[in-house]
């Protein structure tokens, strides 16, 4: 079956560590994105890829990065610099049909900082 | 600045009543979509609504779009507590790149 795959699940990230989120997609989309989501919020826009080896910074994009270096798969590293990372992290890749775009979302990762 | 708001935030009803949420957006595109949100969980798409006056329905939710209002309406019949959970609207920019989520509504259905 076709999806998007983001592990860990959860994780534990001590004060000072740069932590990585996997995010895997075998539906053949070219766009994917990274949002973050707090507790009682709506989502809000990290980083996106339209294409390999290219990306651009959403509206919180601070302390954070990512790479692109294969369609499939979209990393999200929470590096130190993030100082209030405790949230619900979500991947998504697009898709596109004659006039209409969707997302298609994975399960998410819970990062809490210990 | 796009703009995208829903209300009302939070939600609680009784079961088998009748509630609307309304989305407004301040983007020109004609594309607006719905999803859920379980706690804890991912999102699962609902609704694409395509084109003023586009109106979609599955089971309990209609949700229906007016471009020229910038306004798109979910429309609960009868709720069931299966239906609680936090319900985001959101419109793509004009080129498709972004998606801009509202702030959700957050449904509890009381039994």
């Known amino acids: 079956d076709g999806g998007i795959t983001q592990s860990p699940k959860y994780l534990f990230r001590k004060e000072g560590q740069n932590v990585t989120l996997s995010c895997e997609q075998n539906?053949?989309?070219?766009?994917m994105y990274w949002y973050r989501q707090d507790p009682g919020q709506g989502l809000r826009l990290i980083y996106y890829s339209q294409i390999v080896n290219d990306f651009q910074k959403g509206d919180i994009a601070e302390g954070y990065s990512v790479s692109r270096e294969k369609k499939e798969s979209f990393p999200l590293t929470v590096t130190s610099a993030q100082k209030n990372p405790t949230a619900f992290y979500l991947c998504?890749?697009?898709?596109?049909?004659?006039?209409?775009?969707?997302?298609?979302f994975g399960s998410g990762t819970r990062l809490t900082v210990v | 600045e796009l703009k995208v708001e829903q209300n009302p935030l939070f939600l609680s009803m009784q079961e088998g009543k009748n509630y609307t949420i309304y989305c407004n957006y301040s983007?020109?595109?004609?594309?607006l979509y719905w999803y859920r949100q379980d706690p804890g969980k991912s999102l699962e798409s609902l609704f694409v609504l395509l084109s003023n006056g586009a109106v979609k329905q599955e089971g309990r939710l209609m949700a229906s779009l007016d471009t020229k209002a910038r306004l798109s309406t979910l429309h609960i019949t009868a709720a069931v507590h299966d239906l609680s959970a936090t319900y985001f609207c959101a419109v793509d920019d004009d080129t498709g790149n972004q998606f801009y989520f509202g702030t959700g509504t957050s449904l509890t259905v009381i039994p």
């Open positions: 983007t020109t595109s004609d594309r």
């Open positions: 539906l053949n989309h070219d766009a």
């Open positions: 998504a890749s697009r898709w596109q049909r004659t006039g209409v775009y969707g997302y298609t």
